[in-house]
């Protein structure tokens, strides 16, 4: 590179809130034009670091220096003006408002009266969604996007800016391989452009492939820089977590029991059509296919958050007709929901009302009041239960990290006890270490006798974990692989694409339905 000074600059910054040493002097650099992974387990402090960088936090100690200037007591809105622009991991979007308002809020162009200039916007947004390739209507309510399509959004607006260094958090987290590919194509235009781009991420095979440079944080430090090149996985994660990583898919084939759910010709109106499965005691059922295949969408329906138009569900063995969530948990189904921060935590209660909130019932007393002390005992045992690191039941859940966040979910869902669990992007934006006991816990509650329907998007996941897989393809079952053992991600990519007559080697799908 012709630069000799980096780009960016960040010398022993420290950063502290209450009873938290979140930074611990962390210097950091980035090159002109160079993509550089910055990865660690949830709470490592990367988040914290970027928040930092782009002007939400103000760091309590060191110095930041940007195109070998020092900036210092500046606003978000003035760290765009220097060319730094973030894609938060979290996103809140204003769902019912248009794409094309989403992407120009707050910078609106306007005309000679000083009003928006719709039409303007409209033309403007249409080159930025043509940029990334997302064929979308820009007047479309952001509502009415998947999550990968939000997150597509997101990453648009962060082009539109025009930054010479762009923070991406967790920007892969919920699209599928598909999408994952056009996102390195535009990091990999940007790079040629000479942008450069800070990339936060828990794939790493996916940092492997498109980052120059790796920073490993633990415990708010920086604990080691280095060329992609000259790590491995093994030794990156080593980094990240202190420790050799040993089995990373703890999954043991459990002893399978009674059919527990069986779905016939189950269809909806506009997602998917003549869906049919059976899920055994003690089985994980892998759904996978590409965003907008249908797959959210069967396991809502199944679970009365949308209307079936054909089709018959039997739970054990019984004709069922749910149309309500709560119908469906009576039923003993619970419900693990894709997008944990929109439909999942309320962020302001506590570890426990987080927990509690759809198990009040067990815990009135004879005049029908809630027996506090018997909500924050069960809530202490699920702390405990499934190792959730918080300081306390009170702890606002929107302190915890990613991993811990979605164990409180878990054991929300597990205190109701469930025979069937639906599981959608589980591990969706959590840290190895975390996914990894995510995956011990799923493995466990198989053992135990439950039914888990496993929806995500992560082909080593779906193999690591489930002992069928249901691949879906534009609302329609293309098939049921039965023998995962020897199974691979390409023979699923053909089935999520509707593909695989083309495909020769089918001696390995054993038996297949659809």
């Known amino acids: 590179m012709d630069n000799q000074e980096p780009l960016l600059r960040m010398v022993d910054i420290e950063k502290s809130f209450p009873g938290v040493r979140a930074l611990k002097k962390v210097n950091f650099t980035v090159n002109y034009g160079e993509v550089h992974a910055l990865v660690g387990e949830n709470g490592a402090g990367k ?5 930092c960088l782009i002007g939400i936090y103000k760091p309590n100690g060191g110095e930041i220096c940007f195109e070998n200037k020092k900036i ?3 606003t978000t809105a003035e760290a765009l003006d220097f060319g730094i622009s973030m894609i938060h991991q979290e996103l809140s979007p204003v769902l019912y408002r248009p794409i094309m308002e989403n992407l120009w809020l707050g910078r609106e162009p306007l005309n000679k009266f000083g009003l928006v200039d719709h039409q303007k916007m409209y033309e403007k947004s ?3 969604l043509k940029e990334i390739d997302l064929q979308e209507d820009p007047r479309t309510l952001m509502v009415n996007l998947s999550v990968a399509k939000m997150q597509m959004v997101e990453i648009a607006k962060a082009i539109s800016y025009n930054a010479k260094l762009i923070i991406m958090d967790e920007p892969s987290s919920a699209l599928t391989e598909h999408e994952e590919k056009k996102l390195f194509e535009i990091i990999h235009r940007l790079k040629n452009k000479g942008t450069s781009i ?6 790493l095979q996916e940092i492997v492939s498109i980052c120059d440079r790796v920073t490993v944080f633990r415990d708010g430090e920086n604990v080691g820089t280095e060329e992609i090149s ?8 080593a980094m990240m977590i202190g420790r050799p990583m040993t089995e990373m898919y703890p999954k043991v084939k459990a002893e399978l029991g009674d059919v527990l759910l069986d779905v016939r010709h189950l269809s909806h109106r506009k997602f998917f059509r003549n869906i049919s ?8 059922l892998g759904i ?9 969408q069967l396991i809502e329906t199944i679970f009365g958050m949308r209307p079936k138009s054909e089709g018959e569900i039997y739970v054990r063995g019984k004709k069922v007709e749910i149309n309500t969530p709560q119908e469906a948990i009576g039923l003993g189904m619970g419900f693990l929901t894709e997008d944990r921060r929109a439909t999942g935590v309320f962020a302001v209660l506590g570890v426990d009302t987080n927990i509690a909130i759809p198990n009040y019932d067990r815990f009135l007393n004879s005049l029908k009041l809630v027996d506090q002390r018997a909500v924050d005992q069960g809530c202490a045992d699920f702390v405990n239960k499934i190792q959730i690191k918080t300081p306390s039941l009170k702890q606002a859940i929107q302190h915890l990290s990613g991993g811990n966040q979605q164990k409180v979910l878990l054991a929300r869902w597990l205190m109701t006890e469930p025979d069937i669990l639906f599981l959608d992007e589980p591990t969706r934006g959590i840290d190895v270490g975390a996914k990894a006991e995510i995956y011990k816990l799923i493995s466990a509650l198989a053992n135990q006798g439950k ?3 496993m929806v995500s998007s992560e082909l080593p996941e779906i193999l690591g974990m489930a002992d069928r897989i249901l691949v879906m393809h534009e609302g329609r079952m293309t098939g049921i692989i039965e023998n995962t053992a020897e199974v691979t991600q390409d023979l699923i990519m053909h089935y999520a694409t509707g593909t695989v007559d083309d495909f020769a080697d089918m001696e390995l799908m054993g038996e297949v339905h659809g």
């Open 277 to 284: 499965f059976q899920v055994r005691a003690g089985e994980v």
């Open 451 to 453: 039914s888990i329907i």
């Open 198 to 203: 800070i990339y936060i991420s828990h794939r």
């Open 72 to 74: 210092e007591n500046y």
């Open 230 to 237: 000259k790590l491995t996985l093994d030794q990156i994660i």
């Open 288 to 296: 996978s296919g590409l965003v907008g295949a249908g797959r959210t």
């Open 126 to 128: 249409l080159e930025v």
């Open 47 to 51: 988040s914290t670091l970027m928040k």
